[in-house]
Each structure stands twice: as C-alpha cells, then as structure tokens.
C-alpha cells in the first residue's frame, strides 16, 4: 500500500515562492508517473502538474504554466512542486498522486497566498 505525505506548505504574500514535497512509500514509485492536484475551498479538486516516470516529460494546467515546476527524486521517493509569482488563487490545499490518480489520497498541504 503505497503511502503519500506532503509537506512544504504555508503562508505566504502574493509574489512569494513555497517548494513542496511529497514523500511517497512503495516500490511503485520510480516506475509511475505522478502528479499535483490543489483543492480551493467550495471548489472540486483539479489538476496542477504531472511529470512521467522518468522526469523528462512534464505538463502543467495552463493557470500555473510559466510560475510552477514539477521535479522528481526516484532514488528518494519524493516529487516536489517549486511554485514561484505566488497568486491569491493559488490557495488551496495541495496534493500529490498518481497520474492520473490511482492511489488514497494524502492529507495535504494547506497553500495560502495572501495580497
């Protein structure tokens, strides 16, 4: 049972930077693509970024194209999320899986850009 913990979440003023983690469990992580979800308050969970298996292939939601970057450690188990020019409407909480997703979902971490 694969695991999921993100981490690097917090406060931070419009224009600022946060990097996030996300430290997975398992043996299936190398060989599975994997991605960044968000979830506003009131609003349904959508995609932010995903990158292949092997790093050298990434996509991104058009609304975050140009300011987040999406990497990937196999040899640590981790993917993480470097999110700079930091929006009000980047608020959210932040989560990691699969992609698409195919695994329990983690309990996130809370983004918060204030103006």
């Known amino acids: 049972q694969v695991q999921l913990v993100e981490s690097g979440g917090g406060l931070v003023q419009a224009g600022g930077s946060l990097r996030l983690s996300c430290a997975a469990s398992?043996?299936?992580?190398?060989?599975?693509?994997m991605g960044w979800f968000r979830q506003a308050p009131g609003k349904e969970r959508e995609f932010v970024a995903a990158?292949?298996?092997?790093?050298?292939?990434?996509s991104y939601a058009d609304s975050v194209k140009g300011r987040f970057t999406i990497s990937r450690d196999n040899a640590k188990n981790t993917v993480y999320l470097q999110m700079n020019s930091l929006k009000p409407e980047d608020t959210a909480v932040y989560y990691c899986?699969?992609?698409?997703?195919?695994?329990?979902w983690g309990q996130g971490t809370q983004v918060t850009v204030s103006s």
């Open positions: 990158i292949s298996w092997s790093g050298g292939s990434t």
């Open positions: 398992g043996r299936t992580f190398s060989s599975a693509p």
């Open positions: 899986n699969a992609y698409p997703p195919r695994l329990g």
